[in-house]
């Protein structure tokens, strides 16, 4: 009997060197990705695989693996090694014996029961078995068996990575606000689908009560279009887009509302009256924007700052961008953040500016100037979110690779930066403004509502920090 291991090249076995008798083993262990992936592959979405409550309360009490994942342990078997390439099922019968659960360990075991040398079929007797060695799948596979040596190199195959949906780290997000209270939020000028949905989907999330400011008509008429509910919304009637930035912002600013969410009007229209030096909601910080950024293959959220308001920043102006990053960081639960200031290279270099801002960020972070997280820079993007990139390239560093906010030198690039991670790595994104006198949900008009929803609860974490004095 031969165990299958890890292989460079795939050899076969012919019909020839086979005898009645030989036999080959494969030895598995069943993880809950395996379930995941054949689930997905197969279509077989049978909650008894996928749905934990519902396996819960069936007979098995617990989620259990697809019958036919054991069944192709012995494909694997027949398919690579014994016989191996040239192989061509014929006909399969087999037997489940009793249920494969998460952690078992299966040894799957072909052996040669009888050969046909007129037509080089083989018949195999199959029996998989668990780690208390009780039988989970009998029966027979018959096949064509090569009749050529055949030894190839292994193809390299691409590497499958199972990562959460969209939607589930979208209500991961959410979890932020587990027991804070709604507040009340301004919604300036909700009149196109996207922000009218979802200032109604953060109602309906528990997350706020509603100002809708704007022309009223327009909003219900829209809201019948759409068949959306508008119960427990308030109306604040004004007649234009300009009139809603005016009007919210002052609600803001005499506290009547804890937070605004920008709706279907420019930035530029509602961010005028937010950084008017009379009537607007500045504070002795300069105002500046964040995304969150929860990305696939990164094992923490990120923020990225600034991408939407300031467009090149000093280093006067960095200060409380980074100051601001930090103080939301700490609001979310990351005790202390780890700020990578990013660059085209890891180096000081006179010419370029950035370099230089990182290193004196970094000893003003020395000197108490900016206070509650980690600085270090210049950092290139690689050596900021990687730590093998970091290591390569000498950098011995807290943030290295670890990096919880990027501060990026100008709105170009962290714009470009933050779509990018969206639209390429399928990162779910946040965004809010900081620095202002209450959170402002600040979102592109192409955002969804699952998007300004998420926002959102940014927002409602940041005022319940305001409530409590921190």
């Known amino acids: 009997m031969t165990q299958i291991d890890l292989i460079e090249t795939i050899e076969n076995r012919t019909y020839d060197e086979i005898q009645v008798g030989d036999a080959a083993t494969l030895v598995r262990t069943l993880r809950p990705e395996d379930i995941q992936m054949f689930a997905i592959l197969s279509g077989d979405m049978n909650p008894a695989h996928v749905d934990p409550e519902y396996a819960r309360s069936s007979q098995f009490r617990e989620v259990v693996g697809h019958g036919m994942w054991g069944g192709m342990l012995f494909s694997n078997i027949l398919g690579t090694q014994f016989p191996g390439p040239g192989t061509i099922y014929v006909e399969q019968n087999l037997h489940f014996d009793q249920t494969v659960r998460v952690g078992d360990t299966l040894t799957a075991t072909v052996a040669c029961q009888r050969k046909f040398d007129h037509n080089h079929h083989i ?10 060695d009780e039988r989970v799948i009998h029966g027979t596979i018959e096949v064509v068996a090569p009749t050529e040596k055949i030894r190839r190199p292994k193809v390299a195959m691409p ?22 209270s709604p507040i009340r939020m301004a919604v300036v000028h ?9 200032a109604l989907l953060a109602r309906d ?3 706020i009560e509603p100002l809708l400011v704007g022309p009223e008509d327009k909003i219900r008429r829209l809201a019948d279009e759409l068949n959306l509910d508008l119960a427990g919304c308030e109306f604040m009637n004004v007649p234009h887009s300009h009139a809603a930035a005016e009007i919210g912002v002052a609600l803001a600013r005499e506290e009547q509302v804890e937070a605004l969410m920008k709706g279907s009007l420019h930035t530029d229209e509602l961010m005028a009256e937010v950084v008017d030096k009379i009537n607007g909601l ?6 500046s924007h964040v995304f969150l950024m929860d990305v696939p293959t990164y094992p923490r959220p990120l923020l990225i700052t600034d ?12 200060v409380d961008i980074v100051q601001n990053a930090i103080d939301l ?3 979310l639960k990351i005790a202390e953040p780890k700020v990578a200031i990013l660059a085209a290279v890891e180096t000081v270099n006179p010419k370029m500016p950035a370099t230089l801002d990182a290193a004196a960020l970094c000893k003003m972070a020395d000197r108490g100037q900016i206070k509650g997280g980690v600085l270090d ?7 900021a979110i990687s730590t093998v990139a970091a290591r390569t390239k000498g950098i011995r560093s807290a943030v290295a690779g670890q990096a919880d906010i990027l501060l990026v030198p100008d709105i170009e690039s962290g714009n470009m930066l933050a779509k990018q991670l969206e639209y390429l790595a399928d990162a779910l994104s946040a965004g809010i403004v900081l620095g202002a006198r209450a959170p402002i949900v600040l979102t592109s008009r192409a955002d969804s509502a699952q998007t300004r929803t998420a926002s959102t609860a940014i927002a409602v974490v940041m005022a319940h920090a305001k409530r409590n004095g921190k």
């Not at 018949?123 to 208390?132: G, L, R, Y």
């Not at 909700?190 to 009218?196: A, G, I, K, V, Y």
């Not at 820079?377 to 050596?383: Q, R």
């Open 123 to 132: 018949v195999f007797d199959c029996v998989c078995k668990n780690q208390d």
């Open 159 to 180: 590497e499958i990575r199972l990562s959460a949906t969209k939607t589930s780290r979208y209500e991961h997000l959410l979890e932020i606000t587990k027991g804070l």
């Open 190 to 198: 909700p009149c196109d689908t996207e922000s009218l949905k979802g």
């Open 205 to 207: 999330r528990g997350l």
């Open 282 to 287: 500045r504070t002795d910080r300069r105002i």
């Open 307 to 318: 991408a939407a308001v300031n467009v090149a920043p000093d280093l006067e102006a960095k």
């Open 329 to 331: 960081a700490r609001m």
């Open 377 to 383: 820079g210049p950092l290139a993007f690689d050596n």
